[in-house]
T-cell receptor
Framework: AQSVTQLDSQVPVFEEAPVELRCNYSSSVSVYLFWYVQYPNQGLQLLLKYLSGSTLVKGINGFEAEFNKSQTSFHLRKPSVHISDTAEYFCAVSGYGSGNTGKLIFGQGTTLQVKP | KAGVTQTPRYLIKTRGQQVTLSCSPISGHRSVSWYQQTPGQGLQFLFEYFSETQRNKGNFPGRFSGRQFSNSRSEMNVSTLELGDSALYLC????????????FGQGTRLTVV
């Protein structure tokens, strides 16, 4: 079984400042890792994903994340945020194996509030 | 290329009724997954269908069911609605499930009164 913990429920930050949204996971099997963003009254949009290879993953809108296997973390970062980045961010995992196909386990979400 | 389409966008139902939600995946995608999103429980996996077969199921009561048609369109049904079923129901389509990118629809907002 897998679980995901997003360590901050809300992160306020000023425009053009850097931000880090923290995510830890636990799993008895190897996992794929994802970050999604959700704007009000919308579905989820994939920001980036880690499947294998380089532990630094770059995504859309200037976001990147680093997979740390020893710390079971997958933190999301952006060097300079914009007002338009205000949204809910979800970290998710999907385990390897036939019993996990099509199944994403999500964290509780982090609300990023970008202030002018 | 059309995205994932969920209908209807909004629904209001009475306790005890049943409801059917529809999801049309991206053309060529064969996997459809359903999720329930509530403020208290967050995003929870309901089930996944691939080529008309349920491949995976979350921990929801039997009142929640689904199916997938030969054109990959999927429906989910909730019978004997309870107030706690009020939620945003999201479906996601992907080529084959697993690590392949999942594209989400805008969701159906169900309110049970």
């Amino acid at each position: 079984a897998q679980s995901v913990t997003q360590l901050d429920s809300q992160v306020p930050v000023f425009e053009e400042a850097p931000v880090e949204l923290r995510c830890n996971y636990s799993s008895s099997v190897s996992v794929y890792l994802f970050w999604y963003v959700q704007y009000p009254n919308q579905g989820l949009q994939l920001l980036l994903k880690y499947l294998s290879g380089s532990t630094l993953v770059k995504g859309i809108n200037g976001f990147e994340a680093e997979f740390n296997k020893s710390q079971t973390s997958f933190h999301l970062r952006k060097p300079s945020v914009h007002i338009s980045d205000t949204a809910e961010y979800f970290c998710a995992v999907s385990g390897y194996g036939s019993g996990n196909t099509g199944k994403l386990i999500f964290g509780q979400g982090t609300t990023l509030q970008v202030k002018p | 290329k059309a995205g994932v389409t969920q209908t209807p966008r909004y629904l209001i139902k009475t306790r005890g009724q049943q409801v059917t939600l529809s999801c049309s995946p991206i053309s060529g995608h064969r996997s459809v997954s359903w999720y329930q999103q509530t403020p208290g429980q967050g995003l929870q996996f309901l089930f996944e269908y691939f080529s008309e077969t349920q491949r995976n199921k979350g921990n929801f009561p039997g009142r929640f069911s689904g199916r997938q048609f030969s054109n990959s369109r999927s429906e989910m049904n909730v019978s004997t609605l309870e107030l706690g079923d009020s939620a945003l129901y999201l479906c996601a389509s992907s080529l084959a499930g697993g690590a392949t990118e999942a594209f989400f629809g805008q969701g159906t907002r169900l309110t049970v009164v």
